[in-house]
């Protein structure tokens, strides 16, 4: 259709998945481990293969994480005087009459949700690592669960925000994680800077 404007390309999408799918059967087997879930177990089908999931989705998560540094790291170091707006009007989410300054190809909401889950998923993706190698250093092993413990809470607080975010609270949003286009209109709303930084 040509009243729509592309968001995101196939890498995007396809690494948004990994990111998804990764991180949801790491929270399964994470909780599997936490509270010692048989129903866990009989999920993955015993507790070495959970064990064995739980490794190696953790390492497409990593990868994952990695390369959405390149789409989404410069945009949300990028921070300004707009931002500062959206963030003294709550990004227009408490009040229908709030005039949100224009907003980059993410807004300031997203931007300040980028940088922490980027901080947090590579401690938890670290301390994993330390957990997964480093098993003789008694002091290690322990700071490493620590830090697996402290982000997994962040986590698994943080995302099921986002998944509201990106689908009943903002109608239209989902659609970027399926197609990567949005109506040229949807995105001037939104998206004001970055559409007309787009020639629109
Ligand atoms: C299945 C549930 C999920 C839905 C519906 C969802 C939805 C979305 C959408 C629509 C975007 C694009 C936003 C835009 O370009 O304006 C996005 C971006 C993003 N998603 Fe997800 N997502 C989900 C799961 C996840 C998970 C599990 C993670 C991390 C483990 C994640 C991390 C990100 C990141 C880092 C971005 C880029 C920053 C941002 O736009 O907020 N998403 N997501």
Known sequence: MSNMIRKAGPFEIVNHW???ISFFALV????????????MNALFGSFSRMR???NWAGVIFM???FLTMFTYLPVSLRLGSDDIGWILKAGGYLS???VVPPQDIINTGQKLYYLVFLLTGSAIS????????????????????????ISFDLLVTI????IYLGTLANPGTFRIM?????????????????????GY
């Open 18 to 20: 990994a990111l998804a």
């Open 28 to 39: 399964l087997s994470g909780f599997g481990f936490l509270f010692h879930l048989e129903q």
């Open 52 to 54: 064995f999931i739980h």
């Open 63 to 65: 990868v994952s994480l």
């Open 96 to 98: 229908k009459k709030a």
């Open 126 to 149: 670290a301390s994993g690592l330390g957990i997964w190698f480093i098993a003789g250093v008694k002091k290690w092993v322990l700071i490493s669960h620590l830090v697996h413990n």
């Open 159 to 162: 995302i099921p925000l986002h």
């Open 178 to 198: 399926v197609y990567g286009t949005v109506p040229l209109e949807w995105a001037r709303k939104r998206h004001e800077k970055w559409v007309r930084r787009m």
